[in-house]
């Protein structure tokens, strides 16, 4: 188990241009997320996938905003024509599907920094 | 999702037990309340969780009152790892699954 990761740890990209980031959350969970945290607030959910279908967004996902989950393992959260209101962290989570109790394993996060 | 009220900030001299605080006074009866921490730069991590039984793990203990409106998550002998953001969640097990966060209690952990 090596724990969900995110690739790259930090992004510095320049305004109006488009980023995507990928997350490889721990095998076998069928449950993947992405929230999105600014500097000094929780982190904000964002959307989430139960294999590859995409059961909830959050309307924080504008339409700049798209994720992917093509095979049912990892996922990839694009931003196009990038804003400096989009620089935050991005974090992705996952977790089995089976279980009463939905302990959300989260990865390092992505720090995205829009100049 | 039901509110949750938490301190700010706290301080706590290592060793000793760390305290935290939350109220959830509209929760309802099918919601569990849920603890993650946020060390500083990393994810979220789970602590524990509970719906109206006291909890504990080999982390921390979740002391909820009789009327569930209000709980307390316990660190025992806090350590300087412990120094950390935690957040209280409230929310329905096998609901739409998505946690909401507030802005949790800094717990600074002092030598």
């Known amino acids: 188990d090596t724990g969900v990761s995110q690739n790259p740890r930090h992004k510095i990209t320049k305004r109006g241009q488009n980023v995507t980031f990928r997350c490889d959350p721990i095998s076998e969970h069928n449950r993947l997320y992405w929230y999105r945290q600014t500097l000094g607030q929780g982190p904000e959910f964002l959307t989430y996938f139960q294999n590859e279908a995409q059961l909830e967004k959050s309307r924080l996902l504008s339409d700049r905003f798209s994720a992917e989950r093509p095979k049912g393992s990892f996922s990839t959260l694009e931003i196009q024509r990038t804003e400096q209101g989009d620089s935050a962290m991005y974090l992705c989570?996952?977790?089995?599907?089976?279980?009463?109790?939905?302990?959300?394993?989260f990865g390092p996060g992505t720090r995205l920094t829009v100049l | 999702d039901a509110k949750t009220t938490q301190p700010t900030s706290m301080d706590c001299a290592e060793g000793r037990a760390a305290n935290l605080p939350c109220n959830h006074s509209t929760i309802s009866g099918n919601e569990y309340v849920y603890w993650y921490r946020q060390i500083h730069s990393q994810g979220p991590q789970y602590i524990i969780h509970g719906l109206k039984n006291n909890e504990t793990n080999e982390m921390a203990s979740l002391i909820i009152t009789e009327d569930r409106k209000s709980s307390t998550l316990i660190l025992p002998h806090a350590t300087l790892r412990d120094t950390a953001v935690y957040y209280c969640i409230v929310r329905v097990a096998m609901d739409t699954d998505k946690l909401i966060f507030g802005t949790g209690t800094r717990l600074q952990v002092f030598p």
């Open positions: 989570a996952s977790r089995p599907l089976a279980g009463l109790y939905n302990e959300q394993f």
